[in-house]
């Protein structure tokens, strides 16, 4: 059966584009995340997924994945579904946590040949 995680992550996101509040992850970061490693902070990140921030950005069952400017330079990210932690709005925190997943993903399937760095 198929989490209802992913769907939960798009209604969230669509909720807030919506509603013109920011959409925000908090996800874990371990191996299986592509993210610029000077902005994780206890093994998490929290990533602004506006349709502002980001480009190309695909929320799928497995994997979020985009592109966005981190001190000037555009960088591929790919967050597995099952390490978010939580979706958001950044103006009033309204949204969603979830626990994490033990399942790691399987590889992103449409980031464009994105290497996950081990």
């Known amino acids: 059966m198929i989490s209802q995680k992913p769907y939960l992550i798009r209604a969230i996101y669509e909720w807030c584009e919506d509603n013109n509040f920011t959409p925000y992850l908090a996800a874990k970061v371990d191996d ?3 993210v610029p490693k000077q902005y994780v902070q206890n093994d998490q990140i929290i990533l ?5 921030a980001t480009k190309d ?3 799928d069952n497995e994997w979020i994945t985009f592109k966005a400017t981190f001190g ?7 967050v597995p579904v099952s390490n978010v932690l939580a979706a958001f709005a950044k103006e009033n925190g309204l949204g969603m946590q979830f626990k994490e997943d033990p399942e790691p993903p399987h590889t992103p399937a449409k980031t464009g040949g994105l290497k996950l760095v081990k």
Request: aromatic fraction near 0%; charge should be negative.
């Open 57 to 59: 950005i695909l929320i």
């Open 72 to 78: 000037g330079s555009i960088r591929d990210i790919a």
């Open 32 to 34: 299986n995340t592509l």
């Open 48 to 52: 602004n997924i506006s349709h502002d």
